[in-house]
């Protein structure tokens, strides 16, 4: 029987969640690298043995850590070994370092971004927030940094190098961070063309690469952010997640800091689809898997208030590719619930039946096995979750 793996990385570690394919009964295994906050874990679709971990430390930096065995077992890709720890044992990544890129006409700083203060800031790696497997090639993974930049690997993990192109493009002095850093967050790799790499960025947009990552155009259009200078400037937007179902690639769903929008043109234009939701301020959105105009959302009160509204926990869900939306409550507290659900934080799976996931800040992570009607606590009591995803196992 297919089974699923939900992958969640939270503030204190990181949680693997396993079950057969009715979903009823769940395994916990964790926490991997307690202690450490790890913002994201995600399993490659090509080998399912294969799993990725952003491990970071603002005081021990940033390692990256892969499993070949589903996680069982964990190990630096690249790091010799015996050369794993450093002093106090804490773990170190020397052979995965993201250096960025330098101009090959000055030997200097590609570029420099805009910082809180509207001076111009130097790129500073800070960690990873992203990594996404190739869906063609098991040891190809991209990783999204901040400072927002986009990294790529062809050998599992070992060596990074940066695309480049994305930075350099000519707006990047006009990036500048959000409330929570300048991350590049969302990585959406097209399966009907090896090519097309969509990403976001908060807070400067969505951007794409229509040839493997050389350049790269902005992709905002139709985006109206009140709190810029010009609302509708080609960049400066915060962009808080988007999301494709990979059979309909072309078609994009995003939650903007407020709004959400709909592009049926590979993210040239934007329409908002944010209809009767309670509070356009969101996080996260994914799509289901077998039901492309079925979207779903959890709104959050505002952006200095990061919780639901009303105290009550609610996924919405759109049928429709947006504008008419519909609350899932079924399983879920109605009452003094005062949790967050992050932008990485919601996951689908690919079973005949999709199952929807989402983690929140309180620890708890949430399954539908029926597309939202219903919904349980397969875990409860973790730290504070920063990233679900699912693998679907044959």
Known sequence: MSGVRVLVGTRKGAFILTSDGKREKWNVSGPHFAGWEIYHVKGSTVDSNRVYVSQTSGWFGQVIQRSDDGGKTWFQPGTPPGEEKGPGGMPKGESNKFVY???????????????YDGTQHPWEFKRVWHLEPSLTESDTVFAGVEDAALFKSKDGGKTWSELSGLRGHGTGPKWQPGAGGMCLHTVILDPSDPKRIYIAISAAGAFRTDDGGATWKPINKGLHSLYIPDPTAEVGHCVHHVAMNPKRPGVLFMQKHWDVMRSDNAGDSWTEVSGNLPTDFGFVIDVHAHQPETIYVVPIKSDSEHFVPDGKLRVYRSKTGGNEWEELTKGLPQQNCYVNVLRDAMAVDSLDDCGVY????GGQVYASSDGGDTWNAIVRDLPGVLSVEVQTLK
């Open 101 to 115: 890129d330098i101009s090959p006409e000055t030997g200097k700083a590609l570029t420099t971004h805009q910082f």
């Open 358 to 361: 989402f983690g929140t800040s």
